[in-house]
């Protein structure tokens, strides 16, 4: 049976239920767009995976098949089962926000992951407690010996796709990146919508 798949509209967020168990596969449609991806325990919101406590838990800037995701109270979320991309994904920056399109020069409001978040949340009558780091999945954020970072276009082919398994059950967000002054949606620097499938469980 072919599973259902839900668009994550371009520069728009998106937020599902999904068991303990169940797989979730994200899927690049167009090949150059990023999407920010956070999960929270269903039962109590407050603990949701994060960045920082995952790095130190598997020890990578940028996660592997295999990897496990953990929480702000250190416990298991998401796994990583299955990558078809080439694995270039960003760990270190925060969701893009309305203050850092004024820093880029925008004087009129700008559609944001941070609003997006809260949008696919409030769709599900849930509120977050806070904009955690997300995992922003086909961002291509390089780094040098030396530290420095430079933001670059994906490297995601269309339809390459990444499969998630939640470790709890959780709520999985996504915000197809809005950002269009810099290429981190790609050279042309037009965002696209993505897509998600919630899988049966194996």
């Keep these: ?61 940028r996660p592997e098949v295999g ?9 298991p979320i998401l796994t990583l089962l299955e990558d078809t991309s080439p694995g270039i994904h960003d760990t270190m920056l925060a969701a893009c926000d309305e203050n850092r399109y004024k820093l880029l020069g925008c004087a009129e409001y700008h559609q944001n992951c941070t609003d997006n978040l809260s949008a696919g949340m409030a769709e599900l009558d849930l509120k977050e407690p806070e904009t955690p780091s997300p995992l922003n999945l086909f961002m291509n954020i390089p780094w040098t010996e030396n530290g ?14 990444v499969v998630l398994r939640a470790e709890i059950a959780a709520v999985v967000a996504f915000s197809a990146c809005p950002q269009d002054l810099l290429p981190i949606n790609g050279p042309a620097q037009q965002p696209t919508e993505a897509h998600f499938q919630i899988l049966s469980c194996p």
Excluded: C
């Design 67 to 75: 990897d496990t995701f953990i929480t702000n109270q250190r416990r």
């Design 148 to 161: 420095v970072l430079t933001l670059e276009s994906p490297v995601s082919k269309p339809g390459d796709y």
């Design 1 to 61: 049976m072919t599973p259902h798949t839900i668009t994550i509209p371009a520069r728009s967020g998106k937020a599902t239920q999904i068991q303990k168990g169940q797989l979730i596969r994200v899927i690049n449609t167009h090949g150059e767009q990023v999407v920010d991806t956070w999960a929270f325990n269903a039962i109590d919101v407050t603990e949701f995976m994060s960045m920082e406590h995952s790095r130190v838990h598997f020890l990578k800037l």
